[in-house]
């Protein structure tokens, strides 16, 4: 099965584009495919615990639970390092399921298996 790779830039400034990107995610994930969320930007406060709460829209699902459901499926999350660094946000202090690493950890994990990619 193909690996999914989930590229978001976006953080709390626009919780409905990280809603679809852990939806996204969350159903690769639950599917059993090999998934892994590369944040950057503002996305990498997705990755300190406690952070990821809100709710963005009526009917949408809070996003702490997504980020559970995600952690449970398997999936994992590269923060970047430069960007954590840059927002001063310690890097051995992210959830479980996150490392602070890069692009060429990005690749390493992709390796030269097929992967579809999405980019929010």
């Given amino acids: 099965m193909n690996k999914a790779a989930i590229s978001v830039t976006t953080g ?3 919780p409905e584009k ?4 852990l939806l996204v995610a969350v159903g690769a994930a639950e599917s059993g495919r090999p998934t892994l ?3 950057t930007k503002e996305a990498v406060r997705l990755a300190v ?7 963005a829209c009526d009917g949408c ?6 980020m559970q459901r995600y952690a449970a499926a398997g999936g994992t999350m590269i923060a970047c390092g430069i960007c954590l660094d840059a927002k001063g946000i310690d ?7 996150a490392t602070k690493a890069g692009s060429v950890q990005l690749w390493e994990w992709i390796g030269d298996d097929p992967a579809t990619t999405f980019s929010f």
């Fill in 91 to 97: 890097g051995d202090d992210l959830v479980d399921n």
């Fill in 18 to 21: 990280v809603t679809v990107a």
């Fill in 61 to 66: 699902p809070p996003l702490d639970n997504l």
């Fill in 12 to 14: 709390l400034e626009d």
């Fill in 49 to 55: 615990p406690g952070h990821a709460r809100a709710v």
């Fill in 37 to 39: 969320m590369f944040l």
